[in-house]
Protein backbone atom coordinates (compact mmCIF):
# COMPACT_ATOMS: atom_id res chain seq x y z
CA UNK A 1 0.00 0.00 0.00
CA UNK A 2 1.31 3.13 -1.03
CA UNK A 3 1.77 5.37 2.46
CA UNK A 4 3.57 8.57 2.92
CA UNK A 5 4.40 9.15 6.73
CA UNK A 6 5.86 12.88 8.53
CA UNK A 7 8.06 13.80 11.04
CA UNK A 8 7.88 14.84 13.79
CA UNK A 9 4.14 16.26 13.42
CA UNK A 10 5.38 19.48 15.24
CA UNK A 11 8.52 20.54 15.99
CA UNK A 12 9.36 24.44 18.16
CA UNK A 13 12.44 26.05 17.12
CA UNK A 14 14.64 29.31 18.54
CA UNK A 15 15.30 31.47 15.46
CA UNK A 16 18.88 30.27 14.24
CA UNK A 17 18.15 27.17 15.26
CA UNK A 18 18.47 24.89 12.24
CA UNK A 19 16.81 21.81 11.55
CA UNK A 20 15.20 19.28 9.68
CA UNK A 21 11.91 17.73 8.56
CA UNK A 22 11.30 14.02 7.30
CA UNK A 23 8.80 12.71 4.85
CA UNK A 24 9.24 9.01 4.83
CA UNK A 25 7.46 6.89 2.09
CA UNK A 26 6.36 3.15 0.76
CA UNK A 27 5.28 3.46 -3.40
CA UNK A 28 5.76 1.46 -6.04
CA UNK A 29 7.50 3.40 -9.13
CA UNK A 30 8.49 7.27 -7.66
CA UNK A 31 7.51 9.96 -10.49
CA UNK A 32 7.77 12.91 -8.16
CA UNK A 33 8.11 13.72 -4.84
CA UNK A 34 6.99 17.63 -4.15
CA UNK A 35 7.26 19.77 -0.51
CA UNK A 36 4.41 22.29 -0.12
CA UNK A 37 3.90 25.24 2.56
CA UNK A 38 0.55 25.90 4.08
CA UNK A 39 0.47 29.48 6.20
CA UNK A 40 -3.19 29.11 8.41
CA UNK A 41 -6.26 30.55 6.48
CA UNK A 42 -4.54 29.30 3.27
CA UNK A 43 -4.29 27.01 0.45
CA UNK A 44 -0.47 24.84 0.28
CA UNK A 45 2.07 26.80 -1.74
CA UNK A 46 4.59 24.85 -3.90
CA UNK A 47 7.91 24.62 -3.00
CA UNK A 48 10.15 21.85 -4.59
CA UNK A 49 10.00 19.14 -6.86
CA UNK A 50 12.58 16.07 -6.66
CA UNK A 51 12.07 13.37 -9.11
CA UNK A 52 15.52 11.33 -8.59
CA UNK A 53 17.74 9.70 -5.57
CA UNK A 54 20.68 12.22 -4.75
CA UNK A 55 18.57 15.62 -6.38
CA UNK A 56 18.69 18.55 -4.22
CA UNK A 57 17.05 21.26 -4.31
CA UNK A 58 17.44 24.92 -2.72
CA UNK A 59 15.26 28.15 -1.99
CA UNK A 60 16.63 30.56 1.07
CA UNK A 61 16.88 28.60 3.89
CA UNK A 62 15.16 25.66 2.74
CA UNK A 63 16.93 22.54 0.91
CA UNK A 64 15.32 19.43 0.36
CA UNK A 65 16.84 16.40 -0.64
CA UNK A 66 15.50 12.91 -1.73
CA UNK A 67 16.80 9.28 -1.04
CA UNK A 68 15.63 6.12 -2.30
CA UNK A 69 13.11 5.95 1.36
CA UNK A 70 12.76 9.51 2.17
CA UNK A 71 13.10 13.06 2.04
CA UNK A 72 14.16 15.74 3.98
CA UNK A 73 13.48 19.70 4.20
CA UNK A 74 16.31 21.50 5.93
CA UNK A 75 15.78 24.96 7.67
CA UNK A 76 18.64 26.60 8.08
CA UNK A 77 18.91 29.57 10.79
CA UNK A 78 14.93 29.70 10.57
CA UNK A 79 13.38 32.82 11.24
CA UNK A 80 9.35 33.10 12.42
CA UNK A 81 8.79 33.83 9.16
CA UNK A 82 9.38 30.41 8.51
CA UNK A 83 6.50 28.93 11.38
CA UNK A 84 4.27 27.30 8.93
CA UNK A 85 3.19 23.57 7.96
CA UNK A 86 5.08 21.72 5.97
CA UNK A 87 3.47 19.16 3.69
CA UNK A 88 4.93 16.54 1.79
CA UNK A 89 3.24 15.11 -1.12
CA UNK A 90 4.36 11.81 -3.60
CA UNK A 91 3.26 10.83 -6.86
CA UNK A 92 3.52 6.90 -7.57
CA UNK A 93 2.39 6.09 -11.25
CA UNK A 94 0.42 8.02 -13.50
CA UNK A 95 -2.91 9.17 -12.95
CA UNK A 96 -4.61 11.56 -10.99
CA UNK A 97 -5.69 9.41 -8.47
CA UNK A 98 -2.06 8.72 -7.58
CA UNK A 99 -0.40 11.27 -5.57
CA UNK A 100 -0.48 10.81 -2.01
CA UNK A 101 0.24 13.60 0.73
CA UNK A 102 1.54 13.30 4.07
CA UNK A 103 0.21 15.21 7.12
CA UNK A 104 2.54 17.49 7.43
CA UNK A 105 4.81 19.12 10.22
CA UNK A 106 3.61 22.01 12.07
CA UNK A 107 6.82 24.35 12.38
CA UNK A 108 6.90 27.43 15.17
CA UNK A 109 10.55 29.46 15.10
CA UNK A 110 10.18 31.61 17.96
CA UNK A 111 12.29 35.12 18.21
CA UNK B 1 -6.51 39.14 -10.45
CA UNK B 2 -4.00 35.88 -10.74
CA UNK B 3 -4.28 32.63 -9.22
CA UNK B 4 -6.86 30.25 -8.17
CA UNK B 5 -9.73 32.04 -6.36
CA UNK B 6 -12.49 30.70 -4.15
CA UNK B 7 -15.42 31.42 -2.72
CA UNK B 8 -17.19 31.65 -0.31
CA UNK B 9 -14.38 31.79 2.34
CA UNK B 10 -16.43 30.43 5.17
CA UNK B 11 -19.64 28.67 4.86
CA UNK B 12 -21.58 27.25 7.50
CA UNK B 13 -25.31 25.20 6.44
CA UNK B 14 -27.68 23.03 8.11
CA UNK B 15 -27.75 19.47 6.88
CA UNK B 16 -30.80 20.07 4.94
CA UNK B 17 -29.39 22.99 3.17
CA UNK B 18 -28.03 23.27 -0.62
CA UNK B 19 -24.89 24.92 -1.94
CA UNK B 20 -22.12 25.61 -3.72
CA UNK B 21 -18.12 25.96 -3.83
CA UNK B 22 -17.05 28.03 -6.41
CA UNK B 23 -13.04 27.84 -8.27
CA UNK B 24 -11.52 30.02 -10.72
CA UNK B 25 -8.24 29.60 -11.93
CA UNK B 26 -6.37 32.12 -14.19
CA UNK B 27 -3.31 30.14 -14.75
CA UNK B 28 -3.96 28.95 -18.16
CA UNK B 29 -3.64 25.72 -16.26
CA UNK B 30 -5.23 22.16 -17.83
CA UNK B 31 -6.47 20.24 -14.90
CA UNK B 32 -8.36 20.87 -11.75
CA UNK B 33 -8.72 19.53 -8.45
CA UNK B 34 -11.10 19.22 -5.33
CA UNK B 35 -9.48 17.98 -2.39
CA UNK B 36 -11.20 17.86 1.07
CA UNK B 37 -8.69 19.17 4.22
CA UNK B 38 -8.96 17.85 7.41
CA UNK B 39 -7.38 17.67 10.83
CA UNK B 40 -4.27 15.70 11.44
CA UNK B 41 -5.39 14.09 8.39
CA UNK B 42 -3.12 13.92 4.76
CA UNK B 43 -5.51 16.01 2.03
CA UNK B 44 -7.86 13.57 0.44
CA UNK B 45 -8.28 13.97 -3.24
CA UNK B 46 -11.84 13.98 -4.17
CA UNK B 47 -12.07 15.27 -8.28
CA UNK B 48 -9.94 15.91 -10.54
CA UNK B 49 -10.77 17.14 -14.14
CA UNK B 50 -8.16 17.43 -17.06
CA UNK B 51 -8.17 17.74 -20.98
CA UNK B 52 -6.98 13.55 -20.23
CA UNK B 53 -9.78 12.02 -17.53
CA UNK B 54 -12.33 12.93 -14.86
CA UNK B 55 -11.23 10.91 -11.78
CA UNK B 56 -13.50 10.62 -9.22
CA UNK B 57 -12.32 9.05 -5.45
CA UNK B 58 -15.05 6.08 -5.13
CA UNK B 59 -15.08 6.87 -1.41
CA UNK B 60 -16.76 10.37 -1.91
CA UNK B 61 -20.56 10.21 -1.04
CA UNK B 62 -22.68 11.14 -3.69
CA UNK B 63 -23.83 14.27 -1.52
CA UNK B 64 -20.80 15.76 -3.31
CA UNK B 65 -21.64 16.85 -6.96
CA UNK B 66 -18.91 18.60 -9.02
CA UNK B 67 -18.94 20.18 -12.31
CA UNK B 68 -16.37 21.64 -14.27
CA UNK B 69 -17.83 24.06 -17.34
CA UNK B 70 -14.69 25.11 -18.58
CA UNK B 71 -10.65 24.82 -18.02
CA UNK B 72 -10.76 27.85 -15.33
CA UNK B 73 -14.24 27.09 -13.38
CA UNK B 74 -14.65 24.31 -11.13
CA UNK B 75 -18.04 23.85 -8.86
CA UNK B 76 -19.01 21.66 -5.71
CA UNK B 77 -22.18 21.41 -5.10
CA UNK B 78 -23.58 20.13 -1.78
CA UNK B 79 -26.22 18.92 -0.73
CA UNK B 80 -27.74 17.25 2.55
CA UNK B 81 -24.22 16.83 4.13
CA UNK B 82 -23.46 15.64 7.43
CA UNK B 83 -21.49 16.94 10.23
CA UNK B 84 -18.83 15.05 9.69
CA UNK B 85 -18.45 17.23 6.30
CA UNK B 86 -17.30 19.90 8.09
CA UNK B 87 -13.65 20.70 6.67
CA UNK B 88 -11.57 22.54 4.67
CA UNK B 89 -12.23 22.55 1.12
CA UNK B 90 -9.34 23.35 -1.33
CA UNK B 91 -9.39 23.63 -5.06
CA UNK B 92 -6.31 22.71 -6.82
CA UNK B 93 -5.28 23.97 -10.61
CA UNK B 94 -1.85 22.33 -12.63
CA UNK B 95 -0.50 22.77 -15.91
CA UNK B 96 -0.09 19.20 -15.92
CA UNK B 97 -1.51 16.51 -13.84
CA UNK B 98 -0.09 16.22 -10.45
CA UNK B 99 2.81 18.39 -11.04
CA UNK B 100 3.48 21.32 -8.88
CA UNK B 101 -0.46 22.19 -7.87
CA UNK B 102 -1.65 25.99 -7.36
CA UNK B 103 -4.25 26.03 -4.52
CA UNK B 104 -6.78 28.36 -3.80
CA UNK B 105 -7.07 29.58 0.22
CA UNK B 106 -9.84 27.24 0.73
CA UNK B 107 -13.45 27.34 1.79
CA UNK B 108 -13.63 26.53 5.62
CA UNK B 109 -16.97 24.41 5.66
CA UNK B 110 -19.04 24.10 9.09
CA UNK B 111 -21.98 21.61 8.74
CA UNK B 112 -24.69 22.49 11.93
Known amino acids: EDQVTQSPEALRLQEGESSSLNCSYT??????LFWYRQDPGKGPEFLFT???AGEEKEKERLKATLTKKESFLHITAPKPEDSATYLC????????????FGTGTRLTVIP | ETGVTQTPRHLVMGMTNKKSLKCEQH?????MYWYKQSAKKPLELMFV???????ENNSVPSRFSPECPNSSHLFLHLHTLQPEDSALYLC???????????FGSGTQLSVL
Open chain 2, 92 to 102: ASSMVTNEKLF
Open chain 1, 27 to 32: VSGLRG
Open chain 1, 50 to 52: LYS
Open chain 1, 89 to 100: AVQAGAGANNLF
Open chain 2, 27 to 31: LGHNA
Open chain 2, 49 to 55: YSLEERV
